[in-house]
Structures are given as structure tokens and as C-alpha cells.
């Protein structure tokens, strides 16, 4: 990649990074359904005007099937759950099991899709989703009246990138012939349709604070919006294999945000977990291991 092209992919990680600490301060006033359609739907009143600026609104209504599907399993579910665990566990942690996307991205692909998998990439699978159990493992604890919140927190974060998995695929299967900002938009607004009645049935009893409709607005404007023009201008310019590459740079930037402004602790656990789930990472998509005749 060019060192533009790598300037917006440090970027885009430091932008996706910061979603889980926004998440951590909007997430209490809020609960997670509510912010999860705030960002949504400021994201889409964002992007939409910029989809009519460039004559491609017409694309929403020929593709709204597959929006409908994408904006569930990419937006409305995910982010739900990941303001869920946001909740209980750090935004560090929550990075890292996001990072196993490309993991259920690559299972998902597999079983619906019937794409082949090599013995080194099942290995970066069983690897990767190893380092989860790792770092899930200190928070189950089978005592009488333990405090399973944080083993649910993971597991809600394992469950969203898992929607992510089935979401990308989706998107290849329903949406190729969709540009990708009308992808963006379209998802973005479908998912703010599917949360409208869930969020107005749980919105919180006291306005939220200044500080949380800030994380919020940044969380639609920069996270969200900004994020996903960013995403798609690399993908057009470097190709998915680079800028999937973000996946590695996102749990760095997470961590480091969250140990400056919430003084988050990095403990050992967090860091060797990560380790294992990147190595898996990094032969599932084929980066490293031998390379097929």
C-alpha cells in the first residue's frame, strides 16, 4: 500500500478502536438498545444526503431486501450487543473478540457459501477462537451466585461477530451489484428502521447527559458514517485483503484509548489472548503459512 493508503487504514483503526470506548460512556445512560439506534440513526441522516448528492438514492429502493438483511446483521444486532458489553468489560476487551470477524466471516462462508478452507486456515480458525476461550475463561466462574456478567459481555460480543460473519457474506451474495455507499447508507437506515420501536419502548426514564449524547453523536459521525466512507474508498483502492488488514490494527487503538481516558487496565491476560486470536487471524485469511500451489 501507498503511505496515503496506509495513513487511512491507521485512521479507520483508530476511528473503529474508538467505537468501544464511546460505547463504554453512552452505553449506562442510554442502555444498549437505544444508543445502538441513536448511532444508527444519526449515522444514516448523515450519509443519506450524501447518497442523494451523487443521484443514488434510486439504488435503496432496488436492493432494499438485501439492505434489510445487512442493516440487521451488521448494525442494529452488533452494535446492540457490543453497547451490552459495554456495560460490563472493557473496551479492550470487547476489541479484541471483535477482531475474530474474519474467524466467523471465513467459517460462515464455508458452510453457506461453499468456500474451500486449507488445513492452515482451519488451524488459524481453531487458533484463534482458542484465544476467545482464553480470555472468556476468567470470567466464568461456577460458584453458587457468582457474577456471570462478564462471561455474558463476551459472549454477547462473540454473538455480534458472528452476526458480522453472516453479514459480510450476505452482503456478497445479496449486494454485488449495489455501490458500496449506497451499502453503507442503506444498511445504516434499515438498521435505524428495526431499532425505531425497540428503542422508543426502552428509551431511559432521565434525558441523557451532555457527556452521552456526545459519545453518541461520535459514534454515528466518526465511528459510524465517517468510517464506513473510509472503509469502502480502501477497499476500492487496495483490495479486501489489505484492508481487512484494519481487523489487526483496531484492538492497538482500543486498548490505547480506553487505558488514556477510562484508565482501563492492560493486564497479561488481555494481551496474550489478543496475541492468539491475531496469529489465528492472520493464517485464517491466509497471511501467513504456505501458500497453495
Known amino acids: 500500500m501507498k503511505a496515503f493508503d496506509m495513513g487511512e487504514l491507521v485512521l479507520l483503526a483508530a476511528l473503529w478502536g474508538a467505537s468501544f470506548l464511546f460505547m463504554r460512556l453512552g452505553a449506562y445512560e442510554f442502555g444498549p438498545i437505544a444508543l445502538a439506534a441513536v448511532r444508527v440513526g444519526l449515522a444514516s441522516a448523515m450519509l443519506i444526503p450524501l447518497l442523494a448528492s451523487r443521484g443514488q438514492l434510486a439504488e435503496l429502493r432496488k436492493h432494499w431486501k438485501g439492505l434489510l438483511v445487512v442493516g440487521a446483521l451488521n448494525s442494529a444486532i452488533p452494535f446492540a450487543l457490543f453497547s451490552f458489553a459495554a456495560l460490563s468489560i472493557t473496551a479492550g476487551l470487547s476489541s479484541i473478540v471483535n477482531a475474530t470477524t ?6 460462515v462462508a464455508f458452510v453457506w457459501l461453499r468456500q474451500g478452507l486449507t488445513p492452515w486456515r482451519v488451524l488459524g480458525l ?13 470470567k466464568a466462574s461456577f460458584k453458587p451466585g457468582a457474577d456471570h456478567s462478564g462471561l455474558w459481555a463476551v459472549l454477547a460480543c462473540a454473538a455480534a461477530t458472528f452476526c458480522y460473519g453472516v453479514a459480510a457474506n450476505a452482503t456478497k451474495r445479496y449486494l454485488t451489484g449495489a455501490s458500496p455507499l449506497a ?3 442503506g444498511s445504516q437506515f434499515a438498521a435505524a428502521l428495526l431499532l425505531a420501536l425497540p428503542a422508543a419502548w426502552l428509551w431511559p426514564a432521565a434525558m441523557p447527559s451532555g457527556g452521552a449524547w456526545g ?8 465511528c459510524t458514517a465517517l468510517a464506513y466512507i473510509l472503509y469502502f474508498r480502501l477497499m476500492s483502492r487496495v483490495g479486501p485483503t489489505n484492508a481487512v488488514s484494519v481487523t489487526f490494527l483496531i484492538p492497538l487503538f482500543a486498548i490505547l484509548w480506553g487505558a488514556i481516558f477510562l484508565q482501563e487496565a492492560i493486564t497479561a491476560q488481555m494481551v496474550a489472548g489478543g496475541a492468539i486470536v491475531l496469529v489465528g487471524i492472520a493464517l485464517a485469511l491466509g497471511l501467513v503459512g504456505p501458500k497453495p500451489r
Do not use: E, S, Y
Not at 215 to 222: K, N, S, V, Y
Open 102 to 107: 474474519p474467524l466467523w466471516t471465513a467459517v
Open 126 to 138: 481453531v487458533i484463534g477462537f482458542a484465544g476467545v476461550a482464553f480470555l472468556a475463561w476468567d
Open 215 to 222: 459519545a453518541a453523536l461520535a459514534l454515528a459521525g466518526l
Open 183 to 185: 451499502v453503507a447508507t
